[in-house]
């Protein structure tokens, strides 16, 4: 067995060494293996010799730090200073290291040991910990410390944690809360949307103030208050209360709170800040209600330049598009989006330059890359990364015991902890080859759901087959007879729904490959006469792939077989989509599809339509973007 020393910082600036593998050492992994499993079933069952004598044995295993974290945890009140200090350099080189350390000041806490507590404390931004922290120091004495450590804390626009509540009272209750803090938290308040903490945060006003601060309160919660302009004093709240109302009725009534602006904005003394931002969103949210504005204005941000294009690009209007998307910095050019919307606009107005923007960006792998591939008719470019050169390093990189600690738990059936290492570790990496040879090898064991995780954060954006696996392909390919449906748009669904992981549970709780919600299950399972599947049985993947198609097959029917729309549909749900295609009837899709009001909808379908793209290469099964029936909205 060997070692090398790696540049990992850890406290008192010192450096420490890593185990390097030896060829010998590796042939001993699986008895290793077998001793780690035995140490954690003796230190569960406490036979304590039996641990101590099998840890000893396991000093260069990768995962020797778990076994001294699980031990720490059965003895963590009663570990020293020095003892934490010890053993957290013994877990340098993994997520173990500060997760323990962490454990460690929680449990000093909890005894009350303060003293003990504020010496070894660490910035965090945890709102619970850092509470904690000023208390610890108000119970020792060091108030003023304290006591100064509280408005970062107290001015946020959410309520925190109940352990800052005594520390929060001492600070009000000695006089440092005043009006100009409790306008600040107000306004975060009610820009997150807290309406407890904004209405909780009225009794701080004094009696002089309170109306102001009601109005903004009343401004948050019933918008279309602007339209009574009386209302607002031409004082600095009232002016905010004014524009805020302005852009919180804007995103129901676009149209009126512009009119509304552009009819009252000379009654305020607006400083130019606040009228500049004001009119910038009004603006924003105008042209995503669908009006065209006429009148550049190169100071707009690049999201609502952006979007005033989109308005009028949807329309028809290429002119006005191409007025306000030559505005744009230099700085913002690279834009994927913008270069493919910058050339149709030059074509469309017949201008110069747009073969040779097209040209550059049909060589990109990306939703607007193969969209410019389809424009001039050329192959699409994967520009895939060939996995040769990182196999043969791969023994170099599991060379660093922190990789191979990786896939040791993965090998024990222990994915989460090695989701968690690979996490911690990846932006941690400065050899970029070993950032991305863990995404390819965490999808070569089987992972595919993690290694598209891990390709994402290692920005390893040219793996296309990790990125991209081809999965299950039997049974969409099953079902893809059956309904009719093109297996590379399945297969694309799956890979945005799921990253394929089969066990996937999304926090409103949709389930499977596929992310079916259950009651949408169930009608699809009645609807095609099979079983209603249990919570349970959508988890199971030839189910959840059956009635995933299907409900795809009936958004299809739905839709006249037009794709884009039936995506957007199994994302937000067709009465949604029937809202938003009320008036664009004969509308160019592609247009059509910057339009949609929801972020996540508009992204989603430009990715499942990108990643159809990719699937359709990989099967060497040649599909357009859009058949000819859906190049317009219906």
Request: aromatic share 12%.
């Given at each position: 067995?060997?070692?090398?020393?790696?540049?990992?910082?850890?406290?008192?600036?010192?450096?420490?060494?890593?185990?390097?593998?030896?060829?010998?050492?590796?042939?001993?992994?699986?008895?290793?293996?077998?001793?780690?499993?035995?140490?954690?079933?003796?230190?569960?069952?406490?036979?304590?010799?039996?641990?101590?004598?099998?840890?000893?044995?396991?000093?260069?295993?990768?995962?020797?730090?778990?076994?001294?974290?699980?031990?720490?945890?059965?003895?963590?009140?009663?570990?020293?200073?020095?003892?934490?200090?010890k053993l957290r350099a013994q877990l340098t080189g993994s997520v173990l290291e500060d997760e323990f350390f962490r454990r460690w000041l929680d449990t000093q806490a909890r005894r009350k040991r303060w003293q003990i507590y504020v010496d070894h404390f660490e910035p965090t931004t945890d709102a619970e910990r850092q509470c904690t922290y000023l208390r610890a120091l108000f119970r020792l004495g060091y108030e003023d410390k304290a006591l100064a450590g509280v408005p970062e804390l107290w001015t946020v626009g959410v309520s925190q944690p109940k352990v800052c509540d005594p520390i929060f009272d001492v600070w009000i209750n000695r006089g440092n809360l005043n009006s100009d803090i409790a306008w600040t938290r107000l306004k975060l308040a009610v820009q997150e949307r807290s309406t407890i903490l904004a209405r909780y945060l009225l009794r701080f006003f004094p009696r002089a103030e309170q109306p102001t601060a009601r109005l903004l309160y009343d401004v948050y919660r019933r918008p279309s208050i602007v339209r009574n302009v009386n209302r607002f004093p031409d004082s600095a709240r009232g002016r905010y209360a004014f524009s805020f109302g302005l852009l919180r009725y804007a995103r129901d009534e676009a149209s009126k709170a512009l009119v509304l602006w552009q009819k009252h904005r000379d009654e305020f003394d607006f400083d130019?800040?606040?009228?500049?931002?004001?009119?910038?969103?009004?603006?924003?949210?105008?042209?995503?209600?669908?009006?065209?504005l006429t009148e550049v204005n190169p100071k707009y941000?690049?999201?609502?330049?952006?979007?005033?294009?989109?308005?009028?690009?949807?329309?028809?209007?290429?002119?006005?598009?191409?007025?306000?998307?030559?505005?744009?910095e230099d700085t913002e050019r690279y834009r994927y989006k913008w270069r493919y919307w910058f050339a149709k606009s030059l074509q469309q107005t017949g201008l110069n330059g747009a073969q040779e923007v097209l040209e550059e960006l049909a060589s990109e792998r990306t939703y607007y890359g193969f969209l410019a591939a389809n424009e001039i008719d050329v192959p699409l470019?994967?520009?895939?990364?060939?996995?040769?050169?990182?196999?043969?390093?791969?023994?170099?990189?599991?060379?660093?015991?922190?990789?191979?600690?990786?896939?040791?738990?993965?090998?024990?059936?222990?994915?989460?902890?090695?989701?968690?290492?690979?996490?911690?570790?990846?932006?941690?990496?400065?050899?970029?080859?070993?950032?991305?040879?863990?995404?390819?090898?965490?999808?070569?064991?089987?992972?595919?759901?993690?290694?598209?995780?891990?390709?994402?954060?290692?920005?390893?954006?040219?793996?296309v087959e990790t990125r991209f696996p081809v999965l299950f392909v039997d049974e969409f390919k099953k079902y893809s007879e059956r309904t009719d449906i093109d297996v590379t748009v399945l297969l694309a669904l799956a890979r945005q729904e799921s990253a394929f992981n089969p066990k996937a549970i999304s926090p409103v709780g949709a389930r499977g490959l596929m992310q079916l919600m259950p009651a949408t299950a169930r009608r699809t399972a009645r609807n095609i006469r099979v079983p209603q599947p249990s919570l349970v049985g959508l988890l199971y993947t030839p189910t959840n792939i059956q009635i995933g198609t299907y409900h795809f097959r009936e958004l299809l029917d739905e839709?006249?077989?037009?794709?884009?729309?039936?995506?957007?549909?199994?994302?937000?749900?067709?009465?949604?989509?029937?809202?938003?295609?009320?008036?664009?009837?004969?509308?160019?899709?592609?247009?059509?599809?910057?339009?949609?009001?929801?972020?996540?909808?508009?992204?989603?379908?430009?990715?499942?339509?990108?990643?159809?793209?990719?699937?359709?290469?990989?099967?060497?099964?040649?599909?357009?973007?859009?058949?000819?029936?859906?190049?317009?909205?219906?």
């Open positions: 067995m060997s070692f090398f020393c790696l540049r990992i910082l850890v406290f008192a600036g010192t450096y420490v060494c890593l185990i390097q593998f030896s060829s010998v050492y590796a042939s001993d992994l699986d008895t290793q293996r077998e001793q780690y499993q035995q140490a954690k079933s003796a230190l569960k069952a406490g036979r304590n010799n039996e641990f101590q004598q099998l840890k000893n044995k396991l000093t260069d295993y990768p995962l020797y730090p778990y076994l001294l974290y699980n031990e720490a945890l059965k003895r963590m009140s009663s570990l020293s200073p020095d003892d934490a200090i130019e800040q606040l009228a500049n931002r004001t009119q910038n969103e009004l603006a924003f949210w105008a042209a995503r209600d669908g009006v065209v941000t690049y999201e609502t330049i952006e979007r005033i294009a989109d308005a009028a690009i949807a329309k028809g209007e290429w002119e006005i598009a191409y007025e306000w998307l030559d505005s744009v470019r994967m520009n895939a990364r060939s996995p040769t050169a990182l196999e043969e390093r791969s023994d170099k990189f599991l060379a660093d015991i922190r990789i191979a600690r990786i896939f040791e738990l993965y090998k024990l059936g222990e994915e989460d902890n090695a989701k968690e290492e690979w996490s911690w570790l990846l932006p941690r990496l400065e050899d970029d080859a070993a950032k991305h040879w863990i995404p390819y090898r965490i999808g070569q064991i089987g992972h595919p759901n993690h290694a598209i995780l891990a390709a994402f954060r290692a920005d390893a954006v040219d793996l839709f006249d077989e037009h794709k884009v729309l039936a995506l957007a549909a199994y994302n937000a749900g067709s009465h949604r989509v029937k809202q938003w295609i009320k008036d664009a009837s004969g509308m160019d899709t592609i247009a059509w599809i910057e339009t949609i009001p929801f972020y996540e909808t508009r992204n989603y379908v430009k990715n499942v339509l990108a990643f159809q793209q990719v699937y359709s290469v990989l099967l060497d099964a040649p599909t357009p973007i859009l058949s000819a029936h859906e190049k317009t909205i219906p």
